[in-house]
């Protein structure tokens, strides 16, 4: 059933002016304001605070920074044994045959990922540490970007060591 004077139908949807009528918004879609229940309105507004919140963490890098400190900690485990059982190894060695020892590609080339896998694994948990206990924002992000470069300076002597010692 159509309503003639607000142009409403029985449902309660809003039909267009066609421009047969005597209304100066021809071609004009006009929408009926209709009365939404609390639950929908409870439903849409969880819904948008999902759609906002969605990919950020407390310090708002979201899910990825979770993943990469998860997947170094995953790399470290090997890496950790074979480096535990390294210096286990080494203990007892000469400086010269450790340094042979490092010298070699292989060793060395699990000593670099190892040291870029633990200085990425430290920087992260120390960045969140910072994220959720430091209230000043200023202080944390120079507190963050201070570790980070230290972690990549300490990793960059680190690497050029290793190169040098493996090269020469």
């Known amino acids: 059933m159509h309503n003639e004077q607000d142009g ?18 021809d071609g004009v879609l006009t929408v009926q304001q209709t009365e939404t229940s609390p639950a929908v309105q409870s439903q849409l507004y969880e819904a948008q605070l999902f759609h ?21 900690a995953l790399a470290l485990i090997p890496l950790t044994v074979w480096f535990v059982a390294s210096v ?7 400086h010269a045959e450790a ?4 010298a070699f590609p292989v060793n060395a080339g699990l000593m670099a990922l190892y040291l870029v896998f633990a ?4 920087v992260i948990g120390i960045q969140i540490v910072f994220e959720d206990y430091v209230r000043n924002t200023a ?3 120079f507190w963050v970007l201070l570790i980070k470069a230290a ?18």
């Open 119 to 122: 200085l990425r694994h430290g």
């Open 52 to 72: 906002e919140a969605r990919g950020l963490g407390a310090g708002g890098t979201g899910a990825t920074t979770f993943i990469i400190q998860r997947l170094t």
């Open 151 to 168: 972690a990549i300076v300490l990793g960059t002597a680190a690497i050029v060591a290793l190169i040098v010692l493996a090269l020469g």
């Open 139 to 141: 202080m944390r992000a």
């Open 8 to 25: 409403t139908t029985q449902n309660g949807t809003t039909q267009t002016s066609t421009g047969d009528s005597d209304n100066s918004d």
């Open 88 to 94: 286990v190894y080494l203990s007892t060695a000469a």
């Open 99 to 102: 340094a042979a020892w490092l």
